[in-house]
């Protein structure tokens, strides 16, 4: 629970307001959106898992139900599909309130598998209920823009929206509570802390910023099936990773996460195809190895790592651990 | 109406009755000593009051309402605070933060929460820790945190489970003080402890339990000669 400071986030903000004008090339200005979009995701995510301790494996669903808001708007009322934005937090919000009703029954993996199995029931449902959601087949719409710039400004929105949103909590009184119940649930409810209200706090703004992100993903991509935006691997586990490098339970962790990944999967794909995600994956043990906390987390070891590499040694001094 | 009250409150484990048939009432303002040998039901009684296990049997009664059966944190809303034997840090929160969330019980304001917490780390004499993760205390300091989290909320009866197990002389005597402290301020106090020095130094009443059952009740002093608690400590020969 630190203080964001206000000069390194205003030269960030500048930076990430000129930076895609600097990029020519489109291809660039998609990598900098699907940035947006996955720290995004993962910021979202960090509120539940990361700072309330309640790690879902089923977030993939409120994802994919924002998109498919979004599509389904079009495809069946031909509105526009920027009514999702609305329409798709609102939508994650409301399958949210029951999942957690349920699920929050269950503590630590077991709740974890419940959140597994009902993004797989989600995949399932939208790829065999053809008449209403198109089946595997997907959704595809027009694209509003061909230019990226607008879509890259609309990601940067989200995404600062849902800093925003997330910083405000933690640092509230809802803040103390979930990291209170993360630490001790037993203790928490003996100071008072009714875990399962505030567990249902986290999750709703959760399922609604990723649902907000789901929507924008639609409006983005102009195509969706059933197994892209509620995959299991592609979607619910990759933004535990995302935000596990990064850093769990930090506001920026789950943005320099995204960016890693997205980075490495760019380029790599091209010559290893689906392998990259094998190079996210070893990244992400090292990380876990080496930067439990992540490499936000982490910046203090960090730090004293690159300094001693500067001075040339990486592990104590010289001849320390002979002397013992 | 007493203050608070026990009536025939029973906790079964399957096959085993860990607390059977304890009936007793605590007074405001004083300090109501329990010991037992281990295993004698002491922690299983302030875990049926606070209700991480419901009751088999009996009711519980604060201050005229029944109590016995209501979710643990609206017990705690109610005033009934509780420590843990086994202490409960939250171990990658502040001291101050551990606190805080104690404190956040009674306003949603950050800065009333914090002023709240930092005066009851200095009542506890833990305000120089208060950056400290609390995973990072000794012993000593955690014991002191888990009262300090607890008053933080503002208890007006408040359950401590072994303050003093565990520390050395002084800082027992230190533990004792601040124990003392607390029921100056007007906090009632029942206290589980195995220290002898410590429940007979500062109890008014005290009961004696063991196998879940009351096998006496009474000052400190008659304790302590009560053949029933000599014989359940020492054994048959010594009663």
Same mark, same amino acid.
């Given at each position: 629970?630190?203080?964001?400071?206000?000069?390194?986030? *205003?030269?960030?903000?500048?930076?990430?307001?000129? $930076?895609?004008?600097?990029?020519?090339v489109?291809?660039?200005?998609?990598?900098?959106?699907?940035?947006?979009?996955?720290?995004?995701?993962?910021?979202?995510?960090?509120?539940?898992?990361?700072?309330t301790?309640?790690?879902?494996f089923?977030?993939?669903?409120?994802?994919?139900?924002?998109?498919?808001?979004?599509?389904?708007?079009v495809?069946?009322?031909?509105?526009?599909?920027w009514?999702?934005? $609305?329409?798709?937090?609102?939508?994650?919000? $409301?399958?949210?309130?029951?999942?957690?009703?349920?699920?929050?029954?269950?503590?630590?993996?077991?709740?974890?598998?419940?959140?597994?199995?009902?993004?797989?029931?989600?995949?399932?449902?939208?790829?065999n209920?053809?008449?209403?959601?198109?089946?595997?087949?997907?959704?595809?719409?027009?694209?509003?823009?061909?230019?990226?710039?607008?879509?890259?400004?609309?990601?940067?929105?989200?995404? *600062?929206?849902?800093?925003?949103?997330?910083?405000?909590?933690?640092?509230?009184?809802?803040?103390?509570?979930?990291?209170?119940?993360?630490?001790?649930?037993?203790?928490?409810?003996?100071?008072?802390?009714?875990?399962?209200?505030?567990?249902?706090?986290?999750?709703?703004?959760?399922?609604?910023?990723?649902?907000?992100?789901?929507?924008?993903?639609?409006?983005?991509?102009?195509?969706?099936?059933?197994?892209?935006?509620?995959?299991?691997?592609?979607?619910?586990?990759?933004?535990?990773?995302?935000?596990?490098?990064?850093?769990?339970?930090?506001?920026?962790?789950?943005?320099?996460?995204a960016?890693?990944?997205?980075?490495?999967?760019?380029?790599?794909?091209?010559?290893?195809?689906? *392998?990259?995600?094998?190079?996210f994956?070893?990244?992400?043990?090292?990380?876990?190895?080496?930067?439990?906390?992540?490499?936000?987390?982490?910046?203090?070891?960090?730090?004293?790592?690159?300094?001693?590499?500067?001075?040339?040694?990486?592990?104590?001094?010289?001849?320390? $651990?002979?002397?013992? | 109406?007493?203050? +608070?009250?026990?009536?025939?409150?029973?906790?079964?484990?399957?096959?085993?009755?860990?607390? &059977?048939?304890?009936?007793?009432?605590?007074?405001?303002?004083?300090? +109501?000593?329990? /010991?037992?040998?281990?295993?004698?039901?002491?922690?299983?009684?302030?875990?049926?009051?606070?209700? +991480?296990?419901?009751?088999?049997?009996?009711?519980?009664?604060?201050?005229?309402? =029944?109590? &016995?059966?209501l979710?643990?944190?609206?017990?705690?809303?109610?005033?009934?605070g509780?420590?843990?034997?086994? #202490?409960?840090?939250? =171990?990658?929160?502040?001291v101050?933060?551990? #606190?805080?969330?104690?404190?956040?019980?009674r306003?949603?304001?950050?800065?009333?929460?914090?002023?709240? @917490?930092?005066? #009851?780390?200095? +009542?506890?004499?833990?305000?120089?820790?208060?950056?400290?993760?609390?995973?990072?205390?000794?012993?000593? &300091?955690?014991?002191?945190?888990?009262? @300090? =989290?607890?008053l933080?909320?503002?208890?007006e009866?408040?359950?401590? &489970?072994?303050? @003093?197990?565990?520390l050395?002389?002084?800082?027992?005597?230190?533990?004792?003080?601040?124990?003392q402290?607390?029921?100056?301020?007007?906090?009632?106090?029942?206290?589980?402890?195995?220290v002898?020095?410590? /429940?007979?130094?500062?109890?008014?009443r005290?009961?004696?339990?063991?196998?879940?059952?009351?096998?006496?009740?009474?000052?400190?002093?008659?304790?302590?000669?009560?053949?029933?608690?000599?014989?359940?400590?020492?054994?048959?020969?010594?009663?």
């Amino acid at each position: 629970m630190r203080k964001l400071s206000w000069l390194p986030l *205003a030269i960030g903000a500048l930076v990430a307001l000129l $930076l895609p004008m600097g990029l020519s090339v489109p291809y660039h200005q998609h990598i900098l959106v699907m940035v947006l979009v996955w720290a995004t995701l993962g910021t979202a995510w960090n509120l539940l898992g990361g700072y309330t301790g309640q790690v879902s494996f089923g977030h993939a669903a409120f994802f994919g139900l924002g998109a498919y808001a979004a599509g389904l708007l079009v495809h069946h009322l031909q509105a526009s599909p920027w009514w999702g934005m $609305l329409l798709g937090p609102v939508v994650a919000t $409301l399958f949210a309130l029951p999942i957690g009703l349920i699920c929050f029954r269950l503590r630590g993996p077991y709740f974890a598998l419940a959140m597994l199995a009902l993004g797989e029931i989600f995949r399932l449902v939208f790829t065999n209920w053809v008449s209403f959601t198109n089946g595997a087949r997907g959704i595809l719409i027009l694209a509003s823009f061909t230019s990226k710039l607008p879509y890259y400004y609309m990601a940067l929105a989200m995404f *600062a929206a849902s800093v925003y949103v997330v910083y405000r909590l933690v640092n509230s009184k809802w803040g103390y509570y979930f990291v209170a119940i993360r630490e001790d649930q037993d203790a928490a409810e003996a100071l008072g802390i009714p875990s399962t209200r505030y567990k249902m706090y986290a999750l709703l703004p959760s399922a609604a910023l990723t649902g907000l992100a789901g929507a924008f993903y639609m409006n983005y991509v102009a195509f969706i099936d059933p197994h892209v935006v509620f995959s299991l691997g592609d979607i619910s586990v990759m933004v535990i990773l995302v935000v596990m490098m990064g850093g769990a339970a930090t506001i920026w962790g789950p943005a320099v996460g995204a960016a890693i990944y997205v980075a490495l999967s760019e380029m790599f794909r091209a010559q290893w195809g689906a *392998a990259s995600v094998l190079l996210f994956g070893i990244l992400v043990c090292l990380v876990i190895m080496f930067l439990p906390n992540g490499v936000i987390g982490e910046l203090d070891t960090l730090r004293r790592f690159l300094r001693r590499l500067r001075e040339g040694y990486a592990g104590g001094k010289k001849g320390e $651990l002979l002397r013992g | 109406m007493s203050y +608070f009250e026990v009536k025939g409150v029973t906790k079964k484990f399957g096959g085993l009755t860990a607390v &059977d048939n304890l009936t007793f009432t605590v007074e405001q303002g004083e300090i +109501f000593g329990i /010991i037992g040998p281990n295993g004698s039901g002491k922690t299983t009684l302030f875990n049926v009051i606070n209700n +991480f296990y419901p009751p088999t049997a009996g009711e519980i009664y604060f201050k005229g309402k =029944r109590i &016995d059966g209501l979710p643990t944190h609206e017990i705690c809303k109610l005033g009934i605070g509780r420590t843990f034997q086994v #202490v409960k840090p939250l =171990r990658r929160m502040t001291v101050l933060e551990n #606190v805080m969330a104690g404190a956040f019980l009674r306003t949603a304001s950050t800065s009333r929460a914090r002023a709240r @917490a930092l005066e #009851v780390l200095d +009542f506890c004499s833990l305000a120089h820790r208060k950056d400290v993760p609390a995973k990072a205390l000794p012993i000593a &300091d955690r014991k002191r945190l888990e009262i @300090a =989290r607890a008053l933080a909320t503002n208890p007006e009866l408040l359950l401590l &489970d072994e303050t @003093a197990a565990g520390l050395n002389p002084k800082e027992t005597e230190e533990a004792m003080a601040i124990i003392q402290k607390i029921c100056k301020a007007g906090i009632t106090i029942i206290i589980v402890e195995h220290v002898m020095k410590v /429940i007979m130094g500062i109890s008014h009443r005290i009961l004696a339990i063991n196998f879940g059952r009351e096998i006496a009740r009474g000052t400190p002093q008659e304790i302590a000669r009560h053949p029933e608690v000599i014989k359940a400590y020492l054994g048959e020969a010594y009663a």
